[in-house]
């Protein structure tokens, strides 16, 4: 199964994107869907997780802004982003783990928020 993103662009500082994640396989082998993101010169960090039961999880830093969702039958991981920051400037990249802990990942997509 191959993961692509989209959705990434330029926007000002208080906006929103959406971003998608799109899978040519089923998501049923995945038991976690997951967003990360990498500023420049940072580490990759977790920013939203969804699991196979719908429990999501978010970092600190976009609890209340940001909401993952999966829908199964089109294949797809969205990540809603609202009331962006310049600090949410990052390399996004969508992340799909197995039971056996297997990960596949996307290439990335960039989202710049502009203040």
């Known amino acids: 199964v191959q993961l692509q993103a989209s959705g990434g662009g330029v926007v000002q500082a208080g906006g929103s994107l959406r971003l998608s994640c799109a899978a040519s396989?089923?998501?049923?082998?995945?038991?976690?869907m997951a967003w990360y993101r990498q500023a420049p010169g940072k580490q990759r960090e977790l920013v939203a997780r969804?699991?196979?039961?719908?429990?999501?999880n978010y970092a600190d830093s976009v609890k209340g802004r940001f909401t993952i969702s999966r829908d199964d039958a089109k294949r797809t991981v969205y990540l809603q982003m609202i009331a962006l920051k310049p600090e949410d400037t990052a390399d996004y990249y969508c992340?799909?783990?197995?039971?056996?802990?297997?990960?596949?990942w996307g290439k990335g997509t960039l989202v710049t928020v502009s203040s």
């Open positions: 992340n799909a783990r197995t039971m056996y802990g297997i990960d596949t």
């Open positions: 396989g089923s998501l049923f082998s995945f038991t976690v």
């Open positions: 969804i699991t196979s039961g719908d429990t999501t």
